[in-house]
Every structure is written in C-alpha cells, then in structure tokens.
C-alpha cells in the first residue's frame, strides 16, 4: 500500500531563511507528487505537482520541489521564507495506473515563520 | 466566485444524531471527493463519485452515505453520530478522475459531536 511520510511535523524559522520540507513515500511503482498548503482558516491549495519530466518542479510562490526517484523522496524548498509563508504543508502520492485518483496524503508539516 | 463551496462551516450536534454536510462546485468537474482530516490533521480520502457513479469507497463505516444528485453536488450524509466522527470534513473536485488530475478543494466543514 502506498504512504507518505512527512518527517518534520513543526518547522519554525525566521524571516529571509531557507527553508527544506522533507517528503518520503512508498510505492513500487510510477508516482505523481504534490504538495498541497493550507494557510490559517482557508482550504487547500495545490503548490506544485510532478508528474513526469524533469524531476525539479517549480511552483507557486518561489516554492520548488525536486523528485529522487532513489530516494523515494520530494522535498520542498523555498530559497527565503515570508511570514505569508506560515501555513501547514502537505505531501501527497497518486499512483499512475490507477483506476481513481486517490491522493495519499502525509501528516503534513506546520511551518510558522517569525518576522 | 467560489469553486467548490461547501455548508455549513461549521456542526456542532450530539452523539446519536444524523446530519448532512453539502457540497457544490462551480467549475464543471465530473469527479468529487470527500475527505476527512482528523485532530492530527491526517487527511484521508473516504469517497470519490465520476459523473454520478461511485468510484471509491475506502473502509468507511456505513453510517456515511454519500450522496451525488448531478455532476456539481456531493452530499455527505452521517447517521448515528459518533464522537470520532468529530473532525474536518473537505469536499474536492477535479476534471476527470486520472492521478494526474489536479484536485481543488472546499474550504471544509467543522463537525463537532458532542
């Protein structure tokens, strides 16, 4: 069975700081990744998503995500963190090859950003 | 305009009660999907109908009845209320029902049984 596994569960950094949130997950087979985030109070947003190509995917916001398919991993990063950057972020799988679209979520990471 | 809207925001009932959660999208998807984010904030998908039909139905107990009236609505329906039910319930949509089809989500509804 597929899982994604979001090793930082709270993530606090400064202004200006650079920022690395981990995403593993499992699965024998060919994958399709996203992060999705949710800011205070509001629904989920999708950020960037992989599918096929090349393995560094640039999103929304300065966000970027790169896939190591020997790692099983694909990790988020943003260069420098806003304050508007204070969300809770999640990773998530769907298998290609699928007959649905079922999206397997991580346990999400709650990063909050000092000014 | 809102994409997918669901009502209410937020339910506050007591154990043993049924009640209804709505949801709408505006945007002429043909797949919708209910999930559930728990206290942890662990979301995991619990229905998805394509052009009105059942597609996934993960191990939900039967007291959760979804129901797909057209394409742009997907009513979620729980009877006999239970405390873990309490919880944050996110209603999503997507054209076409490939893993590659990006899934655009309600604002939630907080469902509180007390």
Redesign the interface.
């Known amino acids: 069975a597929q899982s994604v596994s979001q090793h930082n569960h709270h993530v606090i950094l400064s202004e200006a700081a650079s920022l690395e949130l981990g995403c593993n997950y499992s699965y024998g087979g060919t994958v399709n990744l996203f992060w999705y985030v949710q800011y205070p109070g509001q629904h989920l947003q999708l950020l960037l998503k992989y599918f096929s190509g090349d393995p560094l995917v640039k999103g929304i916001k300065g966000f970027e995500a790169e896939f190591i398919k020997s790692k099983f991993s694909f990790n988020l990063r943003k260069p420098s963190v806003q304050w508007s950057d204070t969300a809770e972020y999640f990773c998530a799988v769907s298998a290609t090859g699928g007959a649905t679209n079922k999206l397997i979520f991580g346990t999400g990471t709650l990063l909050a950003v000092q000014p | 305009d809102t994409a997918?809207s669901q009502t209410p925001k937020y339910l506050v009932t007591q154990m043993g009660n049924d009640k209804s959660i709505k949801c709408e999208q505006n945007l002429g998807h043909d797949?919708m999907y209910w999930y559930k984010q728990d206290s942890?904030?662990?979301?995991?998908?619990m229905f998805?109908y394509?052009n009105k039909e059942l597609?996934?139905n993960e191990t939900v107990p039967n007291r959760f009845s979804p129901k797909s009236p057209d394409k742009a609505h997907l009513n979620l329906h729980i009877n006999s209320l239970e405390l873990g039910d309490s919880a944050v319930y996110?209603c999503?949509s997507?054209q076409?029902?490939?893993?590659?089809?990006?899934?655009?989500?309600?604002?939630?509804t907080r469902l509180t049984v007390l």
């Open positions: 997918v797949t942890k904030k662990f979301l995991k998908i998805s394509n597609i996934i996110f999503a997507s076409g029902n490939q893993p590659y089809n990006e899934q655009f989500f309600g604002p939630g």
